[in-house]
């Protein structure tokens, strides 16, 4: 069956930086476009960053454009995200999710088009 196994949360200082790993199995990952979603307590999950089945697209959320960066390595069917500078307002729990997408290298911002979901990883920054 799918998996996507997240790792790399943790508890870090304002100003630091984490790196989250997605590793997938049971699908084809090339054929997937991925997406880190957060979700913090009281709020709706959104989208933090996404990329294409190619890695030729990348969309960053505004919250984190100029402090992240998305990228993915399809021989080792994994995503990841490095986040710098980290701020208390990013706690939460990150998600990866897959979104199969091979007719067009672009992605989705709609958590509802993603067919596979994590268990989540919690990333909690402190002030």
């Known amino acids: 069956q799918v998996q996507l196994v997240e790792s790399g949360g943790g508890l870090v200082q304002t100003g630091g930086s984490l790196r989250l790993a997605c590793a997938a199995s049971?699908?084809?990952?090339?054929?997937?476009?991925m997406g880190w979603f957060r979700q913090a307590p009281g709020k709706e999950r959104e989208l933090v960053a996404a990329i294409s089945c190619s890695g030729g697209y990348k969309y960053y959320a505004d919250s984190m454009k100029g402090r992240s960066t998305i990228s993915r390595d399809n021989a080792k069917n994994t995503a990841y995200l490095q986040m710098n500078r980290l701020k208390p307002e990013d706690t939460a729990v990150y998600y990866c999710?897959?979104?199969?997408?091979?007719?067009?290298?672009?992605?989705?911002?709609?958590?509802?088009?993603?067919?596979?979901w994590g268990q989540g990883t919690q990333v909690t920054v402190s002030s």
């Open positions: 049971g699908l084809t990952f090339s054929s997937y476009a």
């Open positions: 999710a897959a979104d199969f997408r091979t007719h067009r290298d672009d992605v989705s911002s709609f958590p509802f088009e993603y067919d596979y």
